[in-house]
């Protein structure tokens, strides 16, 4: 019997259904919050979002949840996962609508795709993509090479000079499709939308 | 790289999914119905994106909706747009906090202008598809038409166009009336409306009856992904076999690995409702 318990941040910016509703059908229990408190004593939190990354800063720092994912992850290591916009906000900072410091557990900053970058092709950067994966970390176990994940999304990390495992997608530019460093993991697709390639990550990630 | 998207889209309209003719509404079946016909749980193997419209032509009941689409996404792990009557933001949350990852709107492109800008500025201009619905006139012209295909606005549909595509939005739907459920196959003159550089990703809806259509729509290089709304034409296995047979016609859709949910997931699902 699978016992995984799962903190989902609910900060008013997310698919929280679709997130919750695929860790559920694998067996997990749970708890979807926004109390500050709880989510500072959280063993596994998840960080999903839609939305503007300014609005969704402001609404983590208005709602105390700043400092509470920040001592939960940092001094007691509780295993975190930010998706799409959750992971971007894990940046050092987005220059989506003005200038906005993000949560800084990833070393990189959150900008949007540029002409230049995308050439020909359109932005958003919408659809199933192939990531390229480190197959030495966690994420992506039991998972063949280069499957197909689904993304939403016009803006874009780039893969930090570090010693963490660093997943890309190329759209013109190679740009950060997940992240894992410790206990602190990422995706910049929707791995509770990417069908059994998600489904079998996101267990990845709870049994960790 | 970045695979085609094959979408099936859902007519929902007051308790019951609907086949629309031309925009003439029949309701099929409810919920029970639909689920026994069109197994979402394996269905969605077959697509890359479900579209769910509510397109009640009375007063909606967005709450109700809401129920529906929450029932859709069990087990469902599949993007969803979901669309119909979304005049403000208020309704854009509720659709996105039940399932939805992305907001579709028509009627308001043309009239309250500012639903674009808003939406993009909560949500981001990946959440906002812009759907269009073109109709010929009697010389043969295609024309714009809002309020599930009550209102008929003037000006040139290209011009229209031009301007929902400098809006916050992320994608473009492009619906053909005069096509939609005759399942006579996708009208491509509507992509002739379109400039000769269209930097949002484009979906082409209406008319799509079989596997040959789709096809023909996914090889037009202006197309990113194609939307079929036939209920009958692809019922039971239809889009597993609609599938199947455009990855043989060499279309690249992203494949799955089923393993998974049938070996390694030893719970079941919990009651969602």
């Known amino acids: 019997m699978k016992n995984y318990k799962a903190t989902v941040i609910d900060y008013g910016m997310g698919n929280i259904w679709s997130v919750t509703s695929a860790l559920q059908y694998l067996g997990c229990e749970v708890d979807v919050s926004s109390d500050a408190l709880i989510i500072e004593r959280a063993q596994t939190l998840i960080l999903p979002g839609v939305g503007s990354f300014r609005k969704a800063m402001n609404a983590l720092i208005s709602m105390n949840l700043e400092a509470s994912i920040l001592n939960s992850v940092l001094a007691r290591k ?6 799409c916009l959750g992971m971007q906000l894990m940046g050092t900072k987005s220059t989506e609508d003005g200038e906005t410091k993000g949560l800084g557990l990833i070393p990189s900053s959150v900008d ?20 390229h994966f480190d197959s030495d970390g966690n994420l992506f176990k039991g998972i063949s090479g280069n499957q197909d994940f689904y993304f939403v999304h016009s803006y874009r990390m780039l893969p930090p000079d570090s010693k963490a ?34 489904l079998r990550l996101l267990d990845n990630f709870l049994k960790v | 790289m970045l695979k085609k998207r094959l979408i099936f889209t859902l007519l929902y309209s007051n308790g019951s999914f609907m086949l ?42 967005i709450d109700k909706f809401c129920e529906v689409l929450k029932s859709l996404t069990i087990n469902n ?38 639903l674009a800008k808003e939406l993009s500025e909560e949500y981001g201009q990946q959440c ?41 939005v992320g994608e473009i739907y492009l619906n053909s009336v005069d096509r939609d459920g005759t399942g006579q196959g996708l009208d491509f003159e509507v992509l002739e409306l379109l400039p000769a550089r269209v ?9 799509a009856g079989n596997s040959n259509h789709l096809l023909l729509g996914f090889k037009d290089s202006r197309v990113d992904a194609v939307a079929t709304a036939n209920l009958f034409n692809f019922v039971g296995d239809g889009l597993k076999k609609a599938r199947h047979e455009l990855v043989l016609g060499g279309i690249r ?13 030893t719970s079941l699902p919990q009651n969602l409702g």
Request: with cysteine.
């Open chain 1, 78 to 83: 509780a295993k975190f996962l930010g998706i």
């Open chain 1, 112 to 131: 949007k795709f540029s002409s230049s970058e995308v050439a020909d092709r359109k932005v958003p950067h919408i659809g199933f993509d192939q990531v």
């Open chain 1, 165 to 198: 495992g660093l997943s890309t997608c190329n759209y013109g530019i190679d740009f950060l499709a997940a992240y894992e460093n410790d206990n602190i993991f990422a995706t910049q697709f929707h791995p509770e939308k990417s069908q059994t390639n998600g």
């Open chain 2, 20 to 61: 629309s003719r031309n925009f003439r509404l029949q309701a099929v079946g409810n919920l029970a119905w639909l689920q026994r016909n069109y197994d979402f749980s394996q269905i969605s193997y077959s697509i890359d994106e479900l579209v769910v419209l509510d397109v009640t032509r009375e007063k909606r009941n």
């Open chain 2, 77 to 114: 792990f599949v993007p969803i747009t979901a669309g119909g009557g979304v005049w403000d933001v208020d309704s854009a949350q509720k659709l996105l906090r039940s399932g939805a990852d992305k907001i579709l709107i028509n009627s308001s492109l043309f009239i309250e202008r500012y």
């Open chain 2, 128 to 168: 906002v598809v812009a759907s269009i619905d073109l109709k010929r006139s009697k010389v043969g012209e295609l024309q714009v038409l809002s309020h599930n295909g009550s209102k008929l606005h003037e000006s040139p549909a290209r011009e229209l166009i031009d301007s929902v595509l400098t809006m916050e």
């Open chain 2, 199 to 207: 930097n949002k990703p484009v979906i082409l809806a209406g008319g």
């Open chain 2, 253 to 265: 859709l992203p494949m799955w690995d089923l393993g998974f949910r049938n070996s390694d997931v």
